[in-house]
């Protein structure tokens, strides 16, 4: 299969008349400068597709349905209470369509590839399902479905806080021991063989909250052997928290207790002195940055100039899911700077294209995140390709070097016009090839779920 595109931004910059072919979900050969060839699909600017590397695919399912403010109650409370009924209800059906949906909707967007922070284990009430990894083989069977890239990563949850506290009992189904979380990411790693094999199983230590030091110590010694991602300074009150019983700030506690490498993912890396910022960015992890869902719940913004400055690596994750968007993502993490700063063109180090700056970084680090061969166009690298149109009034009056600043800053995602993952070409004219579908399925699960609650 190729495609051939009229531009396309190669690893060594833009290309004009670029043929691509593919085999076995990887770029096999580029060729500038050449003619297409009948079968060949046929796009406007080719890219290289962005991973979204952190995502609770449930969560979408709530969007839209907290944002409505109780006298008495602290903000984060209708949130966090529907989030609770809904765990105490979503079935194994259920969490499979609302995945189908949210992976359809990042791949129309134009991520290829999901690293899914994976949760919901158990039974409502805390039983285990009789195959432990139940929930796990819906979310794979999900991403199946789509065609998305998924890098899963089974989160070990133990604790409601610091000090070993033991979990609340709405948050059973979150919560294993040592030894059950090892049976659980095992079965996921035998599940993986049913996926294509971009597909990747990591590893994911809630929090400093939710687990202890001797089990974080333990679980990296027998289960770290892809992406570790780890949910570290979202809240004030978790840095509080962490201080308070662990002696340290989350990231500089981190950084001393573990051997934090490029194999590692820091999610919500938001409240970090400039201190712990420039270590973490020596380390080579990735900053997982969420903006929208940072924003939605008022977590505060990322130290960006300090950690692009210091040569930090990063990536984006739509997290809660209640915004599924590339461009907003991207446009919400610089605006959040400037409203910080009072200031323009803050996430760029020298003079330089904010957008390009922020897209291609973003392409490198959510692959790196995700274990995947992608974030650039080059023969060898995963086909992780999206296709937009630059004939669209947002952005056909730009150049080459502005065409990334117009589609961060001026377009919105209904440019994007195909999306291939590992050289699966499931997004076509802007709609992924089984929407309706998808679609209809959601709606049927929801109606389900809402009567229940
Ligand atoms: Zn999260």
Known sequence: MAIFAKRALLSVGWASNTRVEMEDGKIASLQPAASGRPGDVCVDTLLPA????????????????????????DSFWTWRDLMYRFTKHLTPDQVRAIASLVYMEMQESGYASVGEFHYLHHQPGGAPYDRLAELSDRIMEAAAEIGIGLTHLPVLYSYAGVGEKPLEPVQTRFGNDLDRFCKLVDQAQDALGGLPDDCRVGIAPHSLRATSPADLARVLAMQHKGPCHIH????????????AGLGARPVEWLLHNAQIDESWCLVHATHMTDQETRDMAATGAVAGL????????????????????????????????????????????????RLRDLSRNVMVVGEKSVGQTLYCGAAKGGAKALDRNAGEIAEGKLAD??????????????????????LVFAAKDQVVTDVWSAGRHRVREGRHV?????VSNYRQAMADLLAKL
């Open 290 to 337: 969420c903006p929208v869902t940072e924003a939605n719940l008022g977590d505060g913004p990322f130290n960006g100039p300090v950690y692009l400055n210091a040569g930090g690596t990063f990536g984006v994750g739509s997290d809660s899911n209640v915004l599924i968007s590339l461009t907003e993502e991207l446009r919400t993490l610089e605006y959040s700077q």
């Open 434 to 438: 089984a929407r309706d579908q998808i």
């Open 385 to 406: 390709l999206v296709a937009i149109d630059s004939q669209n009034p947002a952005l056909c009056a730009l150049t080459s070097q502005q065409l990334l600043d117009g």
């Open 232 to 243: 570290i300074a979202e809240q004030p009150k978790e840095v509080a928290e962490v201080q």
């Open 50 to 73: 962005l991973a979204n590397l952190h995502s609770h695919a449930f969560q979408r399912a709530m969007a839209g349905m907290t944002e409505y403010r109780l006298a008495g109650r």
